[in-house]
């Protein structure tokens, strides 16, 4: 069935041009992103209907515009809650959307109170504090060394080399430079020394299923020991992806197991990604999900993912979209 489906995100350029920099605008789609969706939709057979950022698209509810479907990927610029404005005015309109609600994309935004969540549910994650203040280092109950990264980023921002404390005494200035500089708190966790993966996920509830799991490999140009910013807007030359099997490795089997299981006790819909990393026994914990997870075709992790498996971009975005009509259906 064909149906009519808005497009809402967040474009680079248009912010950049506001005058908001390269770091604040991380998180935020290209072009290149929002053409392909755009075509894919196309080749689906839907009639694909471009609308913006959720300013734009406040003006064209209030307008009387409605759609089949909105595929949601707008992020929003300001506000813990901002990845649930749009999903939020949608649902005010009783417009349906694929990804999570506004519920989901709040609580996952924050690190620590998804680390609650997915703590109580039983999913493997490590330990951690959320530090409020500098002051509130000093209650940290694990031993060093520590990684420290804002409570509410995305895109690796805010994690540098600067990220793994190894001193008591540094620990405190170190979060006091955080505090200042991204205005929320931050998460202290016990640094990780082990591999790190990245799971795909795509459908809702008991039907979700894992796409596949890469790990990613820090090349000797990379910052070492961690995935951060700058390697993220350097991969091409500072990462190496590498597709991993769960019947060929242990390890990768306990990590889409802990992935899968994450998914589902956050409510998470349609398609994203889990982010995991070893301790120093090899066991893979939970670090954070993303449920708006970037989907240009060349170089997000989500498509790269489904490359790597043999699975087209169009299947990708086939998947997304018939996750939210059968999701739906059962609403109905």
Aim: with cysteine; charged share 25%; glycine share 8%.
């Amino acid at each position: 069935m064909s149906l009519t489906i808005g497009l809402t995100y967040d474009l680079r350029s248009a912010y950049l041009a506001e005058g908001y920099s390269e770091e604040e605008t991380a998180e935020f789609d290209q072009e290149a992103t929002i053409e392909a969706i755009e075509a894919t939709l196309a080749e689906l057979g839907h009639q694909p209907e471009r609308i913006g950022h959720g300013r734009q698209l406040a003006a064209a509810l209030v307008a009387g515009r409605r759609w089949d479907l909105v595929f949601n990927i707008a992020e929003g610029m300001h506000g813990i809650g901002r990845e649930a404005q749009v999903p939020a005015l949608l649902d005010l309109y009783r417009v349906p959307y694929t990804f999570s609600d506004p519920l989901v994309l709040s609580l996952t935004l924050h690190k620590g109170l998804t680390k609650r969540v997915v703590r109580d549910a039983g999913v493997a994650t490590a330990d951690f504090l959320v530090a409020e203040r500098p002051e509130d280092a000093a209650a940290v109950p694990f031993a060093p060394p520590w990684f420290i990264k804002p409570v509410a980023e995305g895109t690796g921002k805010g994690i540098t080399p600067a990220s793994i404390v190894r001193d008591r005494e540094a620990l405190a200035p170190a979060c006091a430079q955080l505090l200042a500089r991204y205005c929320q708190p931050v998460l202290i966790e016990p640094y990780l020394p082990g591999r790190e993966f990245t799971t795909g996920i795509v459908g809702t509830g008991a039907r979700a299923e894992v796409l596949g799991t890469i790990e990613v490999q820090l090349l000797d140009s990379a910052e070492p020991g961690l995935y951060s910013y700058a390697n993220k807007e350097g991969w091409r030359t500072r990462v190496r992806y590498r597709l991993l099997r769960p019947e060929d490795d242990p390890v990768v089997a306990a990590a889409e197991a802990t992935a899968l299981a994450a998914w589902r006790a956050l409510g998470c819909r349609d398609g994203g990604r889990v982010d995991l990393r070893c301790d120093t026994h090899g066991r893979p914990l939970f670090l954070e999900v993303n449920p708006l997870a970037g989907i240009h075709p060349d170089h997000s992790d989500l498509p790269i993912i489904c490359r790597l498996r043999s699975i087209p971009y169009r299947e990708l975005i086939r998947r997304i979209v018939d996750s939210a009509r059968i999701r739906l259906a059962g609403d109905q």
